[in-house]
């Protein structure tokens, strides 16, 4: 963000959190021996990476990407991945499950909390283990729910990768503690105190890239449990007599595609999507099916290690 | 909201451009358990409409359920997040809260009441501007409130609202309500907490959140969110003097060399002189580098890259000063700690401090007192349990630039670490350092080195005796000692046999038990020198390594190797203690010379030829070195 150049510049809340943002990737980053960036190539993770960029310039980031896939996300996600790799020039490191791969882990025959948990949770852990990242990256924020509200910025896991919120040590000032035990890793979240109109905010101001699945468009769907899935390549299971329909929507959060619902949409700019998220009456994870599992899902799957 | 709105879908752009340019307010809401914080955040988010109607609906369905409000929504319930908190009723944890209106953007933290959570009160104040303090108007200023109100005066929040909520359950009572704030107030000058207010409200009814009730006619103030609107967002920081730690060298090819941190004070232009501490090497600004280019002035908030027009020396844990306005720069100081661990605080033991982007080692005093939170008296004691505050003096292993945490909370305030299990134990705020006036005090809580030596008038040492057994060790030891003790030098002699009576009496004589027997008595050494002592170590300590490890365990110029050197021969002709002839037939093993190795120090401080000078000869050549070397005067 350009600054304005008048005496004393009165710094804007963008400006204060992207300032925040950029101190934690420096502190933890400087604090630790093999850190890397978690990168789910959402909207999230290109704020995060276009944050990175601006912590290390003139260099590049000292860390790789990561990649956890679970080959279920949409194509248009992996051609922006590979885009985005290239143009950022960081290292990009892709891991899928090899059991998943083996025993073809999918949403349609093992439902979406086995599922999440094998590609993502287990193969988080197994990269982080295979890599020995001792500090990872990634993109949560605290508003997106409740548990996610009371994580700190500097989160510390387990040998096992298990997060105790009893056992959250204090975070004071701008003073993060990223010293660690043996076995023990590192979540460092640096948009923690972003939110979602601060991403698009940031996103617009920043023209920072993001893949076109955020923006509507015409897209082959069907309804499942009232909302829109996309049929994004011919493993999609169709329902006895179920027909895919054309229909302008858009998506506010991108996983799996089977397990990501779009909402009907017009917002085909950066600015439509703003304008419709802030005239939305629904919080923005509600288009995510996995943490409507059970009660406190989101909790229970930090506690096992998934982000 | 409305307005806002219309505006949104009016005119995104506009209303972009304006939200771009709110500001923000970062607070935090405390008082004791069941005054009402979460319910009180959460009314403020219904009123403002920024519940989503999901959340919504999921909290009609919770407060069903688990609610502890009959029919009525149970407010708390959008905030209390964990479902441990959510079963037992209280918020065990901070959750952080985000909300804007049309004036401003907030970043609440909602903090725990029990007593057992207040550390993490301190977490939310560390970073908050302005605080919500919450009382109960049925039960008045309680403890925690006083403890609240003293850590948010501690932590130098300067703007505090009083809530005095559940108006609704005393009747809306004016007379209440002004009684609590006469006693709040009276509080309030003794811990010089200024700038308080005092607002009536109903959390739960929703009176005087956005509006003013009609059924609290008789206040004529701000309401709650009017209040946060308008309320300062002080930035004392940029005010004052330019201060950025240096977090990381950049260095992307041989042509640059960046050093980048976040500005935590002032503002800094190219062209500005500068002091890097604590070395205290100068230099002058030449760019500030971001990638969206170069800036022009950088102010407090602000992260960049700054570069010299010198090639200085600076790394990550430096602090880069204005050059007419440096920070201190010091190793021992007096700080408030704030203890934040179960496992109370030991004093003298090591723990890291995290300054800026500096880690040092640092060992604690024990307190000079504690804070009663209640009477602000101050009491005596000899550590600091969890939630406990004092004032201890502290003492580093390295000089560290800091302002006084008055004048700057990045560059005063501080964390401790247990080196052990790497967990944050402990917050502090550094005061001053202790000079040489403060420091004929720092004597009576933490005695150091220096202190014990200079009472005693002569500087602490080893004069480590080694030697084949029966080649003089004990008989020349022993008469330094009492020549030493002549001299009035606090002595101690550790002698091989009558330590092997009692500390080292579990050891036998085979190589890794001889190890044992050395690495203890050196251990003991050192902690002799460190009470300022002359420690005479008689030992055969036949092996290289050992007396090395001993001489590694105290400062430079404090070991005297002291080889008494006498040929087998001699030793075993003369068999003082008959142990050679024993050796020779094999009735005992691994003795050192017969079937054990004797390595001999290849430069002693002393060598000392038994075959051609006397034992009282050699202690005063011992002697004479000590006074060459300014052990003894």
Known sequence: MTNPTSKTPKLTHLQRLEAEAIHILREATAESERPAMLYSVGKDSSVLVHLAQKAFYPAKPPFPLVHVDTTWKFSEMYAFRAATAARVGMELIVHQNPECVRRGINPF??????????????????????????????????????????????????????????????????????????????????ISNWTELDIWQYIHLEQIPIVPLYLAAVRPVVNREGTWIMVDDDRFRLREGEVPVQKKVRFRTLGCYPLSGAVESEADTLTGIIQEMLLATTSERQGRLIDFDSAGSMEKKKQEGYF | MDDESNLIARDIEAYLERHQHKTLLRFITCGSVDDGKSTLIGRLLYESHLVFEDHLAQLKSDSAKVGTQGTDMDFALLLDGLTAEREQGITIDVAYRFFSTERRKFIVADTPGHEQYTRNMVTGASTAEAAILMVDARKGVLTQTRRHSYLVSLLGIRHVLVAINKMDLVGYSQEIFSAIEQEYRDFAVRIGLQN??????????????????????????????????????????????????????????????????????????????????????????????TMDGDLEVAVAGQSITLTFTDEIDASRGDLICAADSPAEVADQFEAHIVWMHEDEMLPGRPYWLKIGTRTVGASIAPPKYRVD???????????????????????????????????????????????????????????????????????????????????SGHKPGVLWFTGLSGSGKSTIANIVES????????????????????????????????????????????????AGLVVLVAFISPFRAERELARSRVEDGEFFEIFVDTPLAVAEARDVKGLYAKARAGQLKNFTGIDSPYE??????????????????????????????????
């Open chain 2, 373 to 455: 939170v209640n009477s602000l008296d101050h009491l005596a004691a000899n550590t600091l349990q969890m939630n406990e505050i004092g004032v201890c003096n502290l003492s580093l292993d390295r000089p560290i630039p800091f302002d006084p945490y008055e004048a700057n909370r990045d560059t005063g305030g501080f964390i401790l670490i247990d080196k052990l299990t790497q967990n944050t134990v402990g917050a502090g705020l550094l005061h001053f350092a202790l000079r040489r006036a403060h420091n004929i005090h720092w004597q009576d809580v933490a005695v150091n080195r220096e202190a014990r030596s200079s009472m």
């Open chain 1, 109 to 190: 025959d093992h439902g979406s909390a086995m599922h999440t948990d094998l590609w993502k949770t287990e193969g988080l852990r197994q990269v982080i283990d295979a890599h020995r990242f001792d500090v990872c990256f990634g993109g949560a924020r605290r508003d997106e729910d409740k548990a996610r509200a009371k994580e700190r910025i500097i989160s510390v896991r387990s040998p096992k990768h298990q997060w105790d919120p009893k056992r959250q040590r204090p975070e004071l000032w701008q003073l993060y503690n990223v010293r660690r035990s043996p076995g023990e890793t590192m979540r460092a979240f640096p």
């Open chain 2, 196 to 289: 308080v207010t005092f607002l009536p409200v109903s959390a739960l009814k929703g009176d005087n959140i956005t509006a003013l009730s009609p059924l609290l006619a008789w206040y004529q103030g701000p309401t709650l969110m009017e209040y946060l609107e308008t309320v300062p967002v002080g930035d004392d920081t940029a005010q004052s003097a330019f201060r950025m730690s240096v977090q990381w060298v950049n260095r992307p090819n041989l042509d640059f060399r960046g050093f980048a941190g976040r500005v935590v004070g002032g503002s800094i232009h190219p062209g500005d002189a500068i002091r890097v501490l604590p070395a205290g090497t100068t230099s002058t600004v030449k760019r500030i580098v």
């Open chain 2, 483 to 530: 020549k030493l003790h002549a001299l009035g030098v606090r002595t101690y002699l550790l002698d091989g046999d009558n330590v092997r009576h009692g500390l080292n009496r579990d050891l036998g004589f085979t190589d890794a038990d001889r190890v044992e027997n050395i690495r203890r008595v050196a251990e003991v050494a050192a902690l002799m020198v460190d």
């Open chain 2, 600 to 633: 001999a120090p290849e430069s002693p401080e002393i060598r000392v030829d038994t075959a051609s000078i006397s034992s009282e000869a050699a202690a005063d050549a011992i002697i004479d070195l000590l006074r060459a070397r300014g052990t003894i005067r």
